[in-house]
C-alpha cells in the first residue's frame, strides 16, 4: 500500500531486543557444553564510516551428542595472535571444556593461538580452504589428476597411509608443481588429524563448513547492503542471522554408538578438563610448546 509497516520506534525497540540478547549470549555459562568438535572461523564486511572492513570471528561447536551451536562472536580488524587468544580466553573463562577437535584456516595468529590454549586437542587444517590454495598452484588441465590423487589421501584409512600416499605425490609432482608441494606439505599433521575421529565424523570436521554454511545466511543480507554504516549494526545483523540458525541445528543426530566413540577418543588424547589460564601473558613459552610437541 505504500506505506511503512513499522515505524521508527518499532525498529528501536527491535534493535534494542537485539542488543540485549546479543549480549546475553555473549556472557553465557558454557560449562553445560559437552563439545567434541570446535571450528573458528571469520567474515570481513566494509564498514561505510571507517572506509574498512571489520572482521566478525564466530566460534562454532558440535556437541558429543551432535547438537550444533554458536558459542562465541566478536569483532576484530585482524587476524593476531593476541585478538585470537582473546576470543579462546573469553571462552575458557565462560566455562567451555577441552574440546577433541579445533579445526581453523592456515591463519598463523590463530593456529598459534589454538596450540597455546589446547595443546593437547587435535588442531585440524580446514580442508576447503588447502584445496582452494592448491588448486591456485597446479595449472587447470592438471588440476583434476591432482586433485583426485589429494582426495583420495584425504580419505586414507589411517594416517600412516595418508602420509605414504602424500610422499608418492611429492615425489611424482615436485619437479612439475613445486610450489603446490609445498603447499601441500604445509600444516602436515593437522592436515591429517580429521582421520583419528570416527569415520563417519569426518567429514564434518576436516572443513570449516559449519561456519561457513551461517556465514552464506548473513551474506544473503549484507548482500543488498552495499555498506555498514558502523560496527554496532554490523554486528547486530550477523548476530541476528547466525543464533537463529544455531537454534535450527540444536537436534542431537549422533547415536550412543558414536558418542561413545567420541568418549573413547577423549581418553586416548588424555583430555580431562585442563586449567589453562586465561591470563597466561607467554602464550608462546617454551613449556607450552613442548606441551604442543608431546601431544
Known amino acids: 500500500m505504500g506505506q511503512f509497516v513499522l515505524s521508527k520506534s518499532a525498529v528501536s525497540d527491535l534493535t534494542a531486543t537485539l542488543t540485549q540478547e ?5 556472557t553465557r555459562d558454557l560449562s553445560g557444553y559437552e563439545v567434541a568438535y570446535l571450528f573458528i572461523d571469520a567474515v ?3 564498514l561505510r564510516r571507517w572506509g574498512s572492513k571489520t572482521g566478525v570471528r564466530c566460534v562454532w561447536a558440535i556437541c558429543g551428542d551432535g547438537r550444533k551451536g554458536l558459542l562465541s562472536l566478536s ?5 593476531s595472535q593476541e585478538s585470537c587468544l582473546e576470543v579462546l580466553r573469553d571462552v575458557l573463562k565462560r566455562g567451555l571444556p577441552t574440546p577433541v577437535t579445533i579445526t581453523t584456516d592456515g591463519a598463523v595468529g590463530l593456529t598459534k593461538a589454538v596450540d597455546a590454549i589446547w595443546p593437547k586437542s587435535l588442531r585440524i587444517r580446514c580442508w576447503l580452504h588447502k584445496m582452494q590454495n592448491l588448486q591456485q598452484k597446479v595449472p587447470p588441465q592438471a588440476w583434476p589428476e591432482f586433485k583426485a590423487l589429494v582426495a583420495d589421501m584425504r580419505a586414507a584409512p589411517t594416517v600412516a597411509a595418508a602420509e605414504r600416499r602424500r610422499q608418492a605425490i611429492v615425489s611424482r609432482y615436485q619437479r612439475d608443481f613445486p610450489e603446490a608441494c609445498r603447499c601441500l606439505l604445509d600444516d602436515a599433521e593437522a ?16 572443513t570449516s563448513n559449519l561456519a561457513e554454511r551461517a556465514f552464506e545466511e548473513e551474506r544473503r543480507r549484507t548482500k543488498v547492503i552495499p ?3 558502523e560496527e554496532g549494526g554490523l554486528v547486530k545483523l550477523v548476530f541476528a542471522v547466525l543464533i537463529r540458525v544455531s537454534e535450527r541445528w540444536g537436534k542431537k543426530c549422533f547415536s550412543e554408538f558414536e558418542q561413545q566413540q567420541i568418549r573413547s577418543l577423549r581418553r586416548r588424547r588424555k583430555l580431562a578438563e585442563q ?3 586465561s591470563s597466561d601473558p607467554q602464550p608462546d613459552s617454551p613449556s607450552r610448546r613442548s606441551a604442543a610437541s608431546a601431544a
Open 227 to 229: 555498506q555498514l554504516w
Open 75 to 79: 569483532t576484530a580488524n585482524r587476524e
Open 275 to 277: 586449567e589453562v589460564s
Open 191 to 206: 592436515s591429517l588429524n580429521h582421520l583419528y575421529v570416527p569415520q563417519r565424523h569426518q567429514q564434518y570436521v576436516r
Open 44 to 46: 570481513y564486511e566494509p
Open 22 to 26: 546479543y549480549e546475553a549470549v555473549r
